[in-house]
């Protein structure tokens, strides 16, 4: 489904009701707007499979962000956090949604912190996984090779390809290249929940892509205006990864109110660090949503 929000038409889909019908008083679930990550590459089509286990208790909509997927934008001037996050008070305007539950994965938690920052009052709470309030380019490459030496693999073919991800030119071969030797190497093995396969390779905007990662993602800092968030947070990271790693994981949690922020960090996991413990992930977040009810 398409919705209008002014300059562009956003794609959404939903899962669940919004009434809880099997309640005698048809009481009404809370919204839960799930937002994807990969900037341009991705939609929100791999994320299905694990974020629409909330439908029993919430009507979760997931929809593609402005210049990803099927919500399709070829002005570069507005591929910002600011804008992405205007994006979803827009949404929730249109639709007449009054205080969702906004989560995201990496960028798409990045957007629902811009979000957040700029509407403090509009969000019921924030449900973010295996994201940055801050990146620090250096760290992640230090990270990386340090796993790379651990490995025995060559160093210097896996800073290239780290390099070539963050710098571009980007196509399907850099990422298969990036998130095949060197993610793969972060975190215990795991079923993988989230298929990318999924995503539909017309529908890819690597000029997006290479405008966020080579710009505003090693620029942003969202750390000192977190500090300002009204609502309940839950926060679930993994220790492993090169992006989002354990340093920029606690960074983010000691960026908020500390009697706002809720976390778990899954041990040996890398993004998207549920699938390291899908069960446990799947109780902690349902947990959270029935306590702001």
């Not at 706002?260 to 949503?289: H, M, V």
């Amino acid at each position: 489904m398409y919705i209008n929000i002014g300059d562009i038409k956003l794609f959404f889909e939903v899962y669940g009701s919004k009434l809880d019908l099997a309640n005698p008083t048809k009481k009404e679930k809370p919204t839960f707007i799930f937002l994807h990550g990969g900037a341009g590459f991705f939609d929100h089509s791999p994320y299905v499979n694990f974020w629409s286990r909330f439908s029993d208790i919430a009507e979760v909509i997931f929809i593609d962000q402005r210049g990803s997927g099927r919500s399709q934008c070829k002005d570069s001037k507005t591929w910002t956090l600011e804008q992405w996050g205007q994006d979803i008070y827009n949404f929730c305007q249109a639709l007449h949604i009054e205080n969702p539950i906004v989560g995201g994965i990496s960028y798409g938690g990045m957007v629902a912190m811009s979000y957040n920052i700029q509407f403090p009052d509009h969000p019921l709470a924030l449900i973010l996984s295996d994201t940055d309030a801050h990146i620090d380019r250096q760290y992640m490459l230090n990270l990386v090779e340090k796993k790379l030496k651990e490995r025995g693999k060559s160093i210097e073919e896996g800073l290239v390809i780290t390099n070539q991800f963050l710098d571009g030119p980007l196509n399907n071969e850099v990422l298969e290249k990036y998130f095949y030797t060197v993610l793969t190497l972060f975190g215990n093995p795991v079923k993988v929940l989230d298929d990318f396969s999924l995503c539909d390779p017309k529908f890819s905007n690597f000029k997006l892509g290479e405008h966020f990662l080579t710009g505003e993602l090693l620029e942003f800092d969202f750390r000192d205006k977190l500090k300002y968030t009204k609502c309940p947070v839950f926060f679930l990271s993994g220790d492993q990864g090169p992006m989002h790693s354990l340093k920029t994981a606690q960074e983010l949690i000691a960026s908020f109110p500390q009697n706002k922020i809720q976390y778990e960090i899954f041990t040996g996991a890398k993004p998207a660090c549920y699938e390291s413990d899908p069960s446990k992930a799947e109780r902690l977040i349902k947990n959270f949503i029935k306590s702001l009810q």
